[in-house]
């Protein structure tokens, strides 16, 4: 099974041990003429639903290190439309990027990465691969 599909299912069981019941797998939307069924791979959307709140979460691993920046520039270009097309449709629903624990204590602590996700507003969800927990929601 690919990197990919791995870090989905973690993530799905990490929100599971969290009290999140995945409600769809992948989430898709259909806005102005553009479908984002957002399924990039195994990179997908997955919206959970818990005490009358409602998430998506786009699921990213960041496995080449050195193409971070190219990951983080589709994973920040993804994040802003999904949360534009979500704000349009599904203005209860709250958007959050999915990374690994080892790559937000690395990648997203250097200067520009962490000002990108600051000045964007970027809500993260920062997993711990190993023990399939959600370590910390950033808001």
């Known amino acids: 099974m690919p990197a990919k599909d791995v870090f989905h299912q973690v993530v799905k069981t990490a929100l599971h041990k969290d009290g999140w019941q995945i409600t769809n797998d992948p989430l898709t939307i259909s806005l102005g003429g553009v479908s984002l069924s957002i399924d990039l791979g195994a990179e997908k959307l997955i919206a959970a639903e818990r005490e009358g709140q409602k998430i998506a979460v786009e699921v990213k691993n960041f496995l080449q290190q050195s193409s971070a920046i ?68 950033i808001n």
């Open 70 to 137: 190219s990951e983080f520039h589709t994973a920040l270009g993804q994040f802003i439309n999904y949360r534009g097309a979500l704000r349009r449709l599904q203005p209860d629903r709250v958007l959050y990027l999915a990374v690994p624990l080892t790559t937000y204590k690395t990648f997203f602590q250097l200067d520009f990465p962490k000002d990108m996700v600051s000045e964007n507003h970027v809500k993260m969800l920062v997993y711990d691969v190993e023990k399939e927990v959600i370590f910390q929601w």
